[in-house]
């Protein structure tokens, strides 16, 4: 399964207000419940904040790529936010946060849809060119195009 098969540009948000990590996690969850992908966004949200208490999904570079597997999620999906204020994400480079990349996964899933997906959101979001399209981009077509 490829990015370009599970993120639309109704899953964007390119101005995403959040104080804290909570809160953001919290508001991409809706991106995907308004899209019918959650039977229930308060068991995903928790599923991805457990994740969270494991190690933290800040990989540096301004970027984090939370993500949780749930019976609550119906397909995969990815979730895109550029954050209005940059915001804490105890990251690896221990700097703030301003680029979320959230992964939705069903519980039922092979390992192997999860990790393909994360793999190459992560091996995408090293290349430092992609991330600065990323914050320059005007449109959510755009995101999904350099993500795709």
Do not use: C, Y
Request: avoid cysteine; charged fraction near 25%.
């Amino acid at each position: 399964m490829k990015v370009l098969e599970v993120l639309h540009t109704d899953r964007v948000d390119l101005a995403l207000e959040a104080a804290t990590k909570e809160e953001t996690i919290q508001e991409m969850a809706h991106l995907f419940s308004k899209g019918a992908l959650l039977t229930d966004e308060e068991a995903f949200v928790s599923a991805v904040l457990e994740r969270e208490v494991h190690s933290t999904t800040g990989v540096g570079n301004g970027i984090a790529i939370p993500h949780g597997k749930s019976m609550a999620v119906k397909e995969p999906a990815i979730a895109f936010a550029r954050l209005k204020q940059k915001i804490e994400w105890q990251a690896l480079d221990e700097k703030p946060v301003s680029l979320v990349v959230m992964l939705a996964i069903p519980e039922g899933e092979q390992g192997n849809t999860h990790l393909s997906i994360l793999s190459e959101i992560a091996v995408k979001l090293m290349d430092e060119e992609l991330v600065m399209k990323l914050r320059e981009a005007t449109s959510a077509a755009e995101i999904v195009d350099i993500l795709g």
